[in-house]
C-alpha cells in the first residue's frame, strides 16, 4: 500500500465555515454531520486548516464523507455516478465514439446516444459536481483570507502564514480545474468566488467572460507557484501550466479567437523542466503502461521518479483509504467482465477480472469499432495491448448496443503491478507477472492512481499548436510527437504525416479515457454534424450528425429554476 499524504487521508471532516454558500445556484442540500466549530478551530488552527483544505482536494477523488457507500456531498443523486471524474467521464467520452455503456441507465443512454435535453440527470449531477466543489475551494479561501482567521480569535504566525500562502494558491487552482470544465462543458455558467459572502447568488457569465477571469487566474497561479515539487498528490506549477496550456489550446472554440502561440509557449516551459530523463530522455514513463498501474503513484508530482514524473497532476488512490465508485475503480471495473469460453464448443467470450488486478467487474463499458479502427493499421501498438479482441471472443462491431462483448473489450487503468526488473511484456494482452502473485492484486479497489493530466497530452498539445496555428518549431513538433509514438512502440512519423487528422488521431490512441476526447472532436468539427460519425451517433447505428448547438451541454432546468434571471444555451428549449 502506498503512502497517502495527510491531507488526502482526512476525507470526513467536513466545511462548515460558510458550507451553505454550495447550494445558493443548485438547489442541493450539503450533508455536513461533522461540523467544526470557531472554538475547535481555534485549539490548533494549523491543524485544522490542513483538514478543511483536504476537503478541497477530496472533492475531487470521492463523492462524501464516508466510504463508497455512505453519503454524498450532493443529496439527490448517486454518490457513484456524481462523483466528479466520472462525472465527467460521463460527459466527456459516453458522448464520443471512445466508449458506451451498455447499461440502459435512465440519464446515461441519452449521453451515449446524444439525444440529451435540459432535463438530464447526469448533466444536472456534473454542473451540481463542479460548483459544489467551486463552493468548497471558495469557503477555504474566506477562511483564510480578509482577516478572518483573526475576527476568530486565531493568532497567525509566520510559519502559519506561510502555509495559508501555500494552500491559497492551490485551493485557487483546485477550483480553476472545476472552472475550466464548467467553460467547456457549459460554456455560460454561474461565476462565483470568494470576494462575495457566502450564499450570495452567482451572477451568469457569458463564455468569453469566463475565459478571461480563468487565463488571468492561471497566468497569475503559473507565476506565482514555486518551482519546487510538490508533495505527493498536491499541484504544482507543472499541473497548473499544463491546464492552461489546454485552455489556450480551445481558445477558439471558447472565444473565436485562437492562442495556439501561447499554447505552444507554456508547452515549451513544461517540456523545458521535464527533458533529460525517462524514455529518450523525454522526460516520459519508459513505458506506456506503467502510467495506468497500481503502482503509478511513483509518476506523480512527488512520487519520487523525477526522472519520468509524467502525470503532471493526479488524483491519488489507495484501496483501504481511498475508495470511491468514481476514480480509478471505475475506470478499472467498468470494462472488464468476468467470462470463459466453452471448453466444447468455443463458444462465448473470456476475460477474467483478476487478470487485471480487481474482483467484481461490473461489465459495462465496451469500444465503438470506429475508436478500434484508429489502432488497427498498427496492430504492435502497446497502447490497446490489454484489450481483449477477436481471439478472446469479441467482436469489432456494435450491432447490438447492450452486449459486453459486441465491440472489443477496453483495458486501459489496471491494478496491476510494473515489478521490480522494469519489464512489461506484451504477452498474453500486455499482463506482466514478475512474481507470479495476479490473482493476490485482485482487489475490490484499485491502488491505481488517476492522471488528470500529462506530459504525453503537452508534447501532442505543441504538436497541434504548430500544425493547426503554425505556432513553435516544426522540427521539434515532429520530435515530440515521436517522443508519444516511439513509446507506443509505432513507426516514427515523417514531416508529411504532421496533419490536423492525423494529430487528432494520435490524441484518440494516446489519450483515450482521459477526459480530452469530447473537446478534441469539437476543436476539429467533428463532433456535431456529419463530418464524422461513429456507432450509435444520434442513436443511429451507423452514426449520424445530430445539431451543432450540442457543442455544449444545456444549463440544467434545476439551475435556471433557481436562478429564473440565466439564460439557457441556444438551442435548448
Not at 450570495?200 to 519546487?228: C, G, I, K, N
Not at 530523463?277 to 512527488?302: E, I, K, Q, R, T
Not at 467482436?395 to 522494469?422: A, P, S
Request: hydrophobic share 35%.
Amino acid at each position: 500500500m502506498k503512502s497517502i499524504n495527510k491531507i488526502f487521508s482526512i476525507l470526513g471532516v467536513s466545511l462548515a465555515l460558510g458550507m451553505s454558500s454550495c447550494v445558493g445556484d443548485l438547489d442541493l442540500l450539503p450533508i455536513d454531520p461533522n461540523q467544526m466549530t470557531a472554538d475547535k478551530f481555534a485549539e490548533n488552527p494549523s491543524e485544522y486548516i490542513m483538514q478543511v483544505m483536504g476537503k478541497c482536494y477530496s472533492g475531487l477523488a470521492v463523492s462524501g464523507q464516508t466510504g463508497p457507500d455512505g453519503a454524498s456531498d450532493i443529496s439527490g443523486l448517486d454518490g457513484g455516478t456524481s462523483q466528479y471524474t466520472r462525472a465527467l467521464f460521463m460527459m466527456n467520452e459516453f458522448t464520443t465514439d471512445e466508449s458506451k455503456w451498455i447499461y440502459a441507465d435512465a440519464g446515461v443512454i441519452d449521453l451515449n446516444t446524444n439525444t440529451w435535453g435540459n432535463g438530464n440527470a447526469n448533466v444536472f449531477g456534473t454542473y451540481s459536481r463542479l460548483y459544489v466543489h467551486i463552493a468548497i475551494c471558495n469557503d477555504f479561501l474566506r477562511l483564510v483570507d480578509g482577516g478572518n482567521l483573526s475576527d476568530l480569535g486565531i493568532s497567525v504566525d509566520a510559519t502559519l502564514q506561510a502555509t495559508i500562502d501555500q494552500y491559497k494558491l492551490e485551493a485557487r487552482a483546485l477550483r480553476a480545474m472545476s472552472y475550466y470544465w464548467a467553460l467547456d462543458l457549459f460554456g455560460n455558467p454561474g461565476f462565483i468566488d470568494e470576494t462575495s459572502e457566502a450564499g450570495t447568488a452567482p451572477v451568469q457569465y457569458t463564455r468569453q467572460q469566463l475565459y478571461d477571469w480563468l487565463a488571468a487566474e492561471l497566468e497569475d497561479l503559473v507565476a506565482s507557484f514555486p518551482d519546487t515539487t510538490p508533495i505527493y498528490g498536491r499541484v504544482g506549477k507543472d499541473g497548473v501550466e499544463a491546464l492552461l496550456a489546454r485552455l489556450y489550446l480551445n481558445a477558439e472554440v471558447y472565444t473565436g479567437t485562437p492562442a495556439y502561440d501561447k499554447c505552444s509557449q507554456h508547452c515549451a516551459n513544461i517540456i523545458a523542466r521535464h527533458r533529460g530523463g525517462g524514455y529518450d530522455g523525454s522526460g516520459l514513463a519508459n513505458h506506456y503502461m506503467y502510467v495506468f498501474c497500481g503502482d503509478n503513484d511513483v509518476y506523480m508530482p512527488g512520487g519520487g521518479n523525477d526522472a519520468e514524473n509524467e502525470i503532471l497532476w493526479g488524483i491519488p488512490y489507495d484501496s483501504e483509504n481511498i475508495q470511491p465508485y468514481g476514480g480509478t475503480t471505475f475506470l478499472c471495473k467498468a470494462g472488464v467482465i468476468e467470462s470463459s469460453k466453452d471448453e466444447d464448443t468455443g463458444e462465448g467470450y473470456e476475460m477474467h477480472a483478476a487478470d487485471y488486478g480487481i474482483s467484481g467487474p461490473w461489465g459495462c463499458m465496451h469500444a465503438t469499432s470506429q475508436f478500434s479502427d484508429k489502432f488497427t493499421a498498427n496492430p504492435e501498438d502497446i497502447r490497446w495491448s490489454m484489450w481483449c479482441k477477436d481471439d478472446e471472443g469479441f467482436t469489432k462491431d456494435n450491432t447490438d448496443f447492450y452486449t459486453f462483448n459486441n465491440g472489443y473489450g477496453v483495458v486501459k487503468f489496471t491494478n496491476l503491478l510494473k515489478g521490480t526488473n522494469g519489464d512489461w511484456s506484451t504477452e498474453n494482452g500486455g499482463i506482466y507477472d514478475p512474481t507470479g502473485q495476479i490473482q493476490a492484486r485482485a482487489e475490490a479497489f484499485p491502488d491505481t492512481d488517476l492522471p488528470l493530466l500529462r506530459l504525453a497530452d503537452v508534447y501532442l498539445m505543441y504538436a497541434e499548436s504548430n500544425i493547426v496555428g503554425n505556432a513553435g518549431d516544426a522540427s521539434l513538433a515532429l520530435q515530440y510527437v515521436n517522443y508519444v509514438r516511439g513509446r507506443a512502440g509505432v513507426s516514427d512519423w515523417t514531416s508529411s504525416d504532421m496533419t490536423a487528422d492525423n494529430i487528432l488521431d494520435e490524441r484518440c490512441r494516446e489519450l483515450y479515457w482521459e477526459l480530452t476526447r469530447r473537446s478534441d472532436l469539437i476543436r476539429h468539427g467533428k463532433f456535431s454534424g456529419n463530418s464524422y460519425n461513429w456507432a450509435w451517433k444520434n442513436n443511429q447505428l451507423n452514426g449520424a450528425g445530430f445539431a451543432s448547438y450540442m457543442d455544449l451541454f444545456p444549463i440544467p432546468t434545476n439551475v435556471i429554476a433557481a436562478q429564473p434571471y440565466f439564460e439557457q444555451n441556444e438551442g435548448y428549449n
